[in-house]
């Protein structure tokens, strides 16, 4: 049988929405790796700087051209978007920053697989969803795999990066769920570009007094800042709001769980890290604690 033209039409947005996914978390999966290449030559709040003034320059930019004057935020707006400006983007990056210069790509890579969780845990403690047996199961889970990866160092000097990692996460977990009320109110690329824009002035703050462009640094970690500003930030925000434009947030969560793969892989190619069975069983733990989160709200849309 034929397709009707009109099914095809309505079809190719959903294909490049899912190929639009894909590279979120291949862009995305990069970061770990190529972040701590520039780490070597960047410290973690100038290279903050630099992921935050070229993504607010160019999503600034889009917004304004793609939607004009629906840009501007209502009076009552601006207080909450400053704050989930800091959660989501000047706390959330510089905590993970921090935790890679003092931590491995691997073991970031698989942290951040707890974001879904806490957004999850945070979305229920709000009211937002439904506690569930399977909820809770998916959550003791992830929690199990992420106990048994920080177990060695629970008591000693490397435990400071794995906070650091979780605080991340947690931020970020809260962004995801309180963020809700102002995408309701206006379009995700001008809540993506003013969360960026806010985040400009404390950063710029942080970097007043130090160098941007380090003498000691080297052609390979010029080209790291490069990378990490335009693939994991600028290109992953791009494209990760043209996907969830047509595809359910909640499948998101089944993609995420492919990043830690793709930034171990790169991890073991360019910096030489290894794996080892902690790795390999908090992966696994967390990806069932996600999927068993996930399986009510997948529930609800097929119904």
Not at 75 to 89: C, K, N, T, Y
Not at 135 to 161: H, K, P, Q, Y
Not at 163 to 170: E, P, Q, V
Not at 253 to 279: H, I, K, S, T, Y
Request: proline content about 5%; aromatic content about 12%.
């Amino acid at each position: 049988m034929q397709a009707h033209p009109a099914d095809s039409k309505a079809l190719a947005p959903t294909a490049r929405a899912w190929w639009a996914l894909v590279a979120v978390q291949l862009c995305f999966a990069s970061f770990p790796a190529t972040g701590k290449i520039a780490l070597a030559g960047f410290p973690p709040h100038v290279l903050c700087f630099w992921r935050v003034a070229g993504t607010a320059l160019v999503l600034g930019a889009f917004a304004l051209w793609r939607h004009g004057s629906v840009v501007l935020l209502k009076r009552e707006d601006i207080f909450p978007a400053i704050v989930l400006s800091l959660l989501g983007v000047t706390l959330n990056q510089l905590f993970f920053l921090s935790g890679l210069a003092q931590s491995s790509a691997v073991r970031g890579g698989l942290l951040v697989m707890l974001i879904p969780v806490f957004t999850l845990g945070w979305a229920v403690l709000r009211k937002r969803e439904q506690f569930s047996v399977h909820r809770l199961a998916g959550v003791l889970a992830a929690a199990t795999g992420v106990l048994l990866l920080l177990w060695d160092s629970l008591f000693g000097s490397v435990f400071g990066a794995d906070w650091l990692f979780l605080a991340n996460a947690a931020c970020y977990a809260i962004y995801l769920v309180e963020v809700r009320r102002l995408l309701q109110r206006y379009p995700a690329l001008v809540v993506a570009a003013w969360m960026f824009v806010f985040a400009l002035p404390p950063v710029s703050v942080l970097v007043w007094n130090d160098a941007l462009w380090p003498s000691a640094s080297t052609s390979a970690q010029h080209w790291a800042l490069a990378w990490v500003v335009v693939f994991p930030t600028i290109f992953a925000y791009l494209l990760n709001i043209c996907a969830l434009q047509r595809i359910p947030a909640s499948t998101t969560a089944v993609f995420v769980c492919f990043q830690p793969l793709a930034a171990a892989a790169l991890a073991m190619v360019l910096l030489g890290e290894a794996l080892n069975w902690r790795d390999g069983a908090t992966f696994v733990l967390v990806v069932c604690g996600i999927w068993l989160s996930s399986r009510d709200s997948v529930s609800r849309k097929r119904g």
